[in-house]
């Protein structure tokens, strides 16, 4: 009787289990919610009714349902991303893996040029695995002034990508509306006397990346370089990335020389400390003999 009472008790928790990820999933409590992830596809389907009315007793079907869940819902959980709040004198960068994002840097006072060679720099020290620039638009969604030159410098930005990490790492156009406001009143609750002026960019780039990573990237527009210039950026990667490649070569094979080098130094100097213990040997041996005598 206490057997049929403990499964009764473990298959009603196992049910309770499952029916709450799925209205989590449904509500949004479990992760954030996109407006593409209110259908579940047939593995996901398959995945909750394996985990509520499958064979297995232990936390494994239940596991798997919950991954499956946030996998399907946070498809770009795991992805890093740097994000740049663009700016004619403030550009402020930040990074994430989908939750938490970190203000990285405020450049100030760089060119175009100049601020894709640090956003360039900071990918690679970062290993990003794409660069999502904000977009201003008006508030109904037009474009403005700022956006056409945000657009210009997002088009550089995508050639020094291409020429320096290659073409498996995009960037990315999303919108950045009311983020400045935002992280400004952030701060303001964060500590109500604090200077705000020009301190805000890198976290305004922090709130890009949250929206962006809440909304699973819908509405991201992919920052394309013209065909021509495209195949050009890609040479000089593919030929940058073959001088690299020399170059690891060429340190690793003067790495071996330099261990070969030492290993035949010590195996001499061994050779040499067993050479003199066995002259001394000799003598020692030498001179008991004559005692002897």
Not at 83 to 103: C, F, N, Q, S, W
Not at 203 to 228: M, P, Q, R, T, W
Not at 242 to 263: G, N, S
Request: charged share 30%.
């Amino acid at each position: 009787m206490m057997t049929i009472l403990e499964e009764s008790k473990g298959f009603s928790l196992h049910f309770v289990v499952i029916f709450f990820l799925y209205l989590s999933f449904c509500d949004g409590f479990l992760v954030h919610q996109t407006p593409r992830s209110n259908v579940l596809t047939r593995s996901t389907d398959e995945a909750i009714e394996a985990a509520a009315f499958g064979e297995s007793s232990n936390g494994d079907a239940i596991m798997s349902a919950a991954a499956a869940i946030t996998k399907e819902s946070c498809q770009l959980l795991g992805v890093k991303s740097l994000g740049v709040d663009y700016g004619l004198v403030r550009t402020g960068v930040a990074a994430t893996v989908g939750y938490d994002p970190t203000p990285l840097k405020i450049l100030s006072n760089l060119n175009n040029t100049e601020v894709s060679g640090c956003v360039v720099e900071m990918c690679r020290a970062e290993q990003a695995n794409q660069v999502v620039v904000g977009l201003p638009l008006h508030k109904n969604g037009t474009e403005a002034n700022q956006t056409t030159i945000t657009r210009v410098f997002a088009a550089q930005l995508a050639d020094h990508v291409i020429r320096n990490l290659g073409p498996s790492v995009h960037v990315l156009l999303f919108d950045e509306r009311y983020t400045s406001k935002e992280a400004a009143a952030r701060a303001h609750s964060k500590d109500p006397n604090r200077n705000l002026q020009g301190q805000l960019d890198a976290d305004a780039a922090c709130i890009i990346l949250e929206s962006y990573y809440n909304d699973n990237g819908h509405g991201a527009e992919l920052v394309k370089v013209d065909s021509g210039l495209y195949e050009e950026c890609v040479k000089i990667w593919e030929e940058k990335r073959i001088q690299e490649e020399k170059r690891l070569q060429e340190e690793m094979r003067d790495r071996d020389a330099r261990t070969a080098w030492r290993k035949e130094a010590m195996e001499r100097d061994r050779m040499t400390e067993d050479a003199a213990s066995m002259k001394s040997n000799t003598k020692k041996k030498k001179k008991k003999r004559k005692k002897k005598k």
